[in-house]
């Protein structure tokens, strides 16, 4: 059985043992004011869980490539639902992306003008409602290892569930950035040598780590609910509620990041 089942099956017992409890007069405990602490109770076992025990086997991995089609600059919007994702520059020659996708993959491309437009996602029936966080957890069933195209500009959309990312976007023209996501751990290397590259972040139970690299310059605007933000100073001052380059507005490379977090903490160096 799923470890994430095991936990949230758990909790949900726990739950349902107190209720009853409460209900005949054996405790008296505002039950409905604990389901938030037992949300995050739940959750934190199972981001230490994780770690300590290592990925779930996602079944075997299906081998995908999307064509270029000859298109000067493509435009991705990816959804993963629980599990892992990896993102790196190592698409097969003339394909806009290629790897290998446990627990499935659907995808449909369109070429617009010079633009490939791509929109990927899981099989219908690996896919994980993001509405529905006990069935974040309880899925672990999607494995993905994507290869993108460092040969053309990039427009990326992310939208993730719970589990982990690793993007390596170093080598990668990526001009545009977004991230949504929801209990997840994220760790993302930004390109090197793309120019200007826009960057989006919104989540709510997340751990990001933004890494970026020598020689790039960024601007850095960031928020936090309940989490906490910490950004190199000595790379990027603070002025007001701005991080920044001292050579950003001339800086050949650059990064320009807005991120809005939740309960979670932001890594920015």
């Given amino acids: 059985m799923r470890r994430g089942t095991l936990i949230w099956g758990a909790a949900l017992i726990l739950f349902g043992v107190l209720l009853l409890l409460s209900n005949a007069g ?10 938030w602490p037992l949300f995050l109770l739940a959750a934190g076992i199972w981001f230490v869980w994780s770690v300590l025990a290592g990925p779930e086997r996602a079944g075997e991995a299906e081998e995908a490539a999307i064509p270029l089609e000859g298109a000067r600059r493509a435009r991705l919007r ?11 520059s190592s698409a ?13 993959l659907d995808y449909h491309s369109r070429l617009s003008g010079d633009e490939l437009e791509v929109e990927m996602r899981p099989r219908s029936r690996a896919l994980v409602p993001i509405a529905l966080p006990v069935l974040w957890f309880s899925s672990g ?15 990326l959309d992310l939208r993730t569930g719970a589990g982990e990312a690793l993007l390596d976007l170093t080598d990668l023209k990526v001009e545009e950035l977004r991230i949504q996501t929801g209990a997840s751990s994220a760790s993302v290397r930004l390109p090197a040598r793309a120019g200007l590259t826009r960057v989006n ?3 709510g139970m ?11 310059a960024a601007r850095i605007r960031a928020s936090a609910g309940l989490g ?9 001052p603070r002025t007001g509620g701005v991080y920044q380059s001292p050579d950003y507005e001339t800086a050949q490379n650059k990064v320009e990041i807005r991120a809005d977090t ?8």
């Fill in 26 to 35: 054996v405790i008296d405990v505002d039950i409905w004011g604990l389901i």
């Fill in 78 to 88: 990816i959804h993963h639902g629980a599990g892992r994702l990896q993102i790196d």
């Fill in 92 to 104: 097969s020659r003339g394909n806009v992306a290629s790897g290998a996708f446990a627990g499935g």
């Fill in 141 to 155: 069933g999607l494995e993905w290892q994507l290869g993108l195209t460092p040969d053309v500009p990039l427009k």
């Fill in 201 to 203: 972040v919104s989540g």
């Fill in 206 to 216: 997340t751990s990001l780590r933004l890494q970026v690299p020598e020689g790039v």
């Fill in 228 to 236: 906490s933000i910490s950004v190199d100073r000595r790379r990027f």
């Fill in 262 to 269: 939740g309960l979670g903490s932001l890594v920015v160096g």
